[in-house]
């Protein structure tokens, strides 16, 4: 090791403060019952979704559109509006492009309430819709809910037929967060024969790009998937018209069975925004009245997604208390810092949210003991796997009040994460072996996220966190983990991040998995991942990347973020990478960003919840990732 490359007694002690005053934020922002909850933010669409939820269940009359939610409207169009790119069209992500979906969501929106399309910010977002390729452009959910309301023709939008309750399990072919939609949706979507009212002389006809098809596009050839599946919803429009309506009336009862046994122990269906959204529409439909008690119990669990504290409204998509806490809790745990008392409260409020009841999980794995966590405050039927594994993280290092429970909660974890491996040998998010790659073909599947294929950054910390609990690196589900790992490796090196943005989450993970598993840092694939990391660091010492890589395949360079540094350095410390000047620059970075509170500043969406659709911003992010690699540079042996 030459002198220049030695890590200095003034670096160590910087990060050692940096990390006492992350610490001392951390213990000071603990809520009482023991938890962390940090928001949880999106793009525009959430609001614009709103404001037509109020259209449906609020319609005009005589064509005039009085909602009795008329200021939260206003709120709901401000927030729109300050998020108005200067070109005039909407992104998914800061920074990012105007994005069709979203640009045309906030037109239907800000038109439907009000704003007039003369409006130098409607005439800017019109054109540049148009520009984008029109309504035409948008994808299918966009066309499927204006479809409702007669501004998009019925025939020309994917037919979504709620008879796929009596397929038997094929259901549970589709990710979780798909079913959850798709079912709620079929109610909606066949029972609105005809369309619902719109303000007097609404249309979005303006949207169109003249002489461009408003069909589904096709692929070339006869025989490929797609094109076979364009076929097959012609039958099912042919169903909707002639078929039996015994069946679809059955179908519809049994749709309605599978959402309501699944609002039970949960706040609202999957605890996910569009579900509950579509679940509050199937029951108006239904002649569910605002007094019913399930309905009045998905309205409350929607409202409480709202925020409107007066000076901010915006939607949050869920809620990431689960996960926050996981995460801070697993970072204070590696500082050494946090006191007693901290841990113990995060360790006993984490052990009242272990799943004990079977959820949709379990099709597959009807022998498997419930167990796991979920994301949110309550989703019982919805554990995940990812969500599991980092709690196990956390709970490693704290005592909690019942240690027999905590020992057994984590027995019954690690079991059931073990009964969650796939085929292939990595782990998904919610569900095993959920690939039936032909699926992400069907008609309403360009939402891309049809399925919820296994990916590196959950098995890497699936991984992680079995070896962190006893299982043993000769286990066999470890090894088929790290052969996944190694063969799902891109050719520089690196690894796709699926949850995180995005090869710089995914390849920290990755290597920390193969670490923990057993694989030396001598390594190709481990000196490759580190070679890689090295090479896009940002010249202010830290790591940025942009939603856009997804896009590309490919890494796409970004303003340095604190978060994505923290992954950079995590992912350098793992390989034997201890004191190069890539991670002492990256400490620095973190060191010399840190605000006087001990918080970071991060304004950039670095999680990923459906890539190239849909970014999030985790609040918490920002503050817990760094301590967390600052705690690991600390406790590197050099």
Known sequence: MTPSLQVTDALVASAAQAARRSVDWFA?????????????????????????????????????????????????????????????????????????????????????????????????????????????????????????????PRQHVPSIPPELILLGKVIYEMSSWTRAIVIPLSIVHAMTVEPRPVPHGFSLEELLVPGVTLALPRDDGFFNRRNTFLRIDKVFKWWEKYGSGAIRQRAIRKAMEWITERTRYTDGLAAIYPPMMYTIMAMDLLGYGPEHQDRAEAENQFANLMVDDGKRFFFQPCFSVVWDTAIASHALGESGMAP?????????????????????????????????????????????IDDTAMVLLGLHFSKCEKSASQASAEKRAVNWLLAMQSTDGGWAAFDVDNNWQFLSDVPFADHNAMLDPTCPDITGRVVEALTLHGVAPEHPAIRKGLAYLLNSQEADGSWQGRWGVNYIYGTCFAVRGLRAGGESDREVAVLRAGEWLRSIQNADGGWGESPESYRGNGFVAAASTPSQTAWAVMGLLASGDTYSSSVQRGVEYLIQNQNEDGTWTEDAATGTGFPNVFYLRYHLYRNSFPLLALSTFLKAER
């Open 28 to 152: 000071g922002n603990q809520h009482e019952a023991g938890y962390w909850w940090g928001d949880l933010t999106a793009d525009t669409t959430l609001e614009a979704d709103y404001i037509l939820l109020q259209l449906w269940l609020y319609p005009p009359e005589n064509g005039e559109w009085k909602p009795p939610a008329r200021l939260q409207i206003d709120r709901a169009v401000r927030s729109i509006l300050e998020r108005q790119l200067p070109g005039g069209g909407f992104n998914i992500f800061l920074g990012g492009p105007p994005d069709v979906n979203a640009s045309v969501k906030a037109y239907f929106a800000l038109k439907t309430a009000g704003l007039p399309v003369d409006d130098p910010r409607m005439a800017s977002l019109r054109q540049t819709i148009l520009s984008l390729g029109g309504l035409q452009a948008a994808n299918s959910y966009v066309k499927i809910n204006l479809s409702l309301f007669g501004l998009y």
């Open 340 to 384: 007693k008392e901290v841990m113990t409260r995060a360790g006993d409020w984490l052990l009242t949210k272990e799943v004990r009841r079977k959820g949709d999980w379990s099709v597959k794995r009807p022998d498997v003991e419930p167990s796991g966590w979920y994301f949110e405050f309550a989703n019982e039927h919805y554990p995940d």
